[in-house]
């Protein structure tokens, strides 16, 4: 049965792709963090608290709430785009802007400025490129390579997989061998725009706690919910290019904003 498999090579383009949104989802956290400190001498601890939360919020208490709801409900949410939309953008806004609430609040109080809460705004939003897109990207290009160079057979061989197993790794494989190259690079794209939308929520979180003034906090978490819920909807519309174009110009816009906003607060 393996020898009668064949899966075709991965485009160069498709490397090159895969290649390009690891270094983004990679390399931009960790130059921005260089960038933020060198420029205005926020705490590193500001980054690693800023990723740390967001494993724990997003990754961990959101899933939880996820599996439970989606085993209550099944596909009278899942198969509602709609609903769906309204419910996954909701639980990311609560969750991850309370992570962010707490964090500043208790984690930060010592230290908490706008240069601090920029840097956990880069981790917050760093952590979740390396391990949402950055490791995707790792295991991608390794498969890549393998199915190049001809591995991939003697590999499934090797391994004693059952037959269930052996078809879902080989429709994976596949996966990648006929994916649109460009769509490797629109996940690197997708990230600049997710982090960019973190620390813009950053620092309207950071004026929530420091001034003791809730509608920040609300509007980060209304700018959240609006901006996940319109990426589920759109993207059962929309091209993929459409989507990312009209994702990138809503997180440009939000950062611009808060950009003016942070530089008319002047001195912490």
């Not at 919020?57 to 309204?86: M, R, S």
């Not at 596949?174 to 725009?193: D, K, N, Q």
């Not at 939000?254 to 001195?267: D, E, P, S």
């Amino acid at each position: 049965m393996i020898d009668n498999v064949t899966i075709p090579n991965v485009p160069i383009a498709s490397i090159i792709g895969i290649i390009a949104s690891l270094i983004v989802s990679v390399g931009l956290p960790v130059v921005l963090c260089i960038l933020v400190w060198r420029k205005t001498r926020a705490r590193i601890s500001s980054f690693f608290i800023g990723a740390a939360t967001f494993i724990v919020f997003a990754l961990i208490l959101e899933q939880i709430l996820h599996i439970v709801v989606i085993k209550a409900t099944g596909t009278a949410l899942t198969g509602n785009i709609w609903l769906y939309a309204l419910y996954g953008g909701l639980a990311a806004g609560i969750f991850e802007e309370t992570g962010r609430y707490l964090a500043m609040k208790l984690c930060m109080k010592k230290n908490l400025n706008k240069q601090n809460a920029i840097m956990y705004g880069v981790g917050h939003g760093g952590i979740e490129a390396i391990l949402l897109v950055g490791m995707s990207s790792i295991s991608n290009l390794i498969i890549a390579v393998m199915i190049n160079s001809g591995q991939i057979p003697m590999l499934l061989s090797m391994s004693g997989v059952d037959d269930s197993t052996y078809q879902l790794a080989i429709s994976q494989m596949t996966a990648i061998s006929t994916t649109p190259s460009w769509h490797f690079c629109m996940a690197g794209v997708e990230r600049i725009s997710a982090i960019i939308f973190h620390i813009s929520a950053s620092y309207l979180v950071y004026l929530a706690v420091s001034g003791k003034k809730w509608i920040f906090y609300f509007l980060a978490v209304l700018a959240h919910f609006l901006l996940d819920a319109m990426t589920l909807i759109i993207a059962g519309f929309l091209p993929i290019l459409a989507v990312e174009a009209v994702i990138f110009l809503a997180t440009g816009s939000f950062g611009l904003a808060i950009r003016r906003m942070y530089r008319k607060q002047g001195k912490p």
